[in-house]
């Protein structure tokens, strides 16, 4: 996908916008991190973390890989804490919980439906369709009487 000029016009982002964007986004930091290779070795941990833990199915070779990247974002995000305020990543839930994964994939089996593509394809039909198919004027009870 090609953002072009409409990246900084993007006023909510789509899980699927976030997979695009997962895909180009070490190229384009590229030149900012240029002189800054331990950023850039975060910022790849935390990409390959993302579509390493999306897979269908996982091996041990597999969870082997998703624990180097937890190595790699270990090693490397004390990089950013000059950017917080607290200089602490301990108030950050999505961070812990990556620490997690693993364990859960062992337990449950893999997290590849804990995105939100399902969920937004709904809101687009039924939500956003029962609006439009009401007459604007209270239409939360003309949206639950609405059938697709």
Partial sequence: RQFGDQLTQVKQWTGSEYKDMLKVWLAALDTILKGHPNHHKFLKSVTDFILIAGY????????RYLQDTLHGISRNIHLFLTYRHNQSISKIPKI?????????IKEMGSVDNSDTEVSEAVHKNLI???YRASNKVDYIPQMLRWET
Avoid: A, R
């Fill in 56 to 63: 269908h199915s996982h091996t041990e070779t597999t969870l």
């Fill in 96 to 104: 812990h919980s990556l620490f997690h994964y693993i364990e859960c």
């Fill in 128 to 130: 956003k369709g029962g």
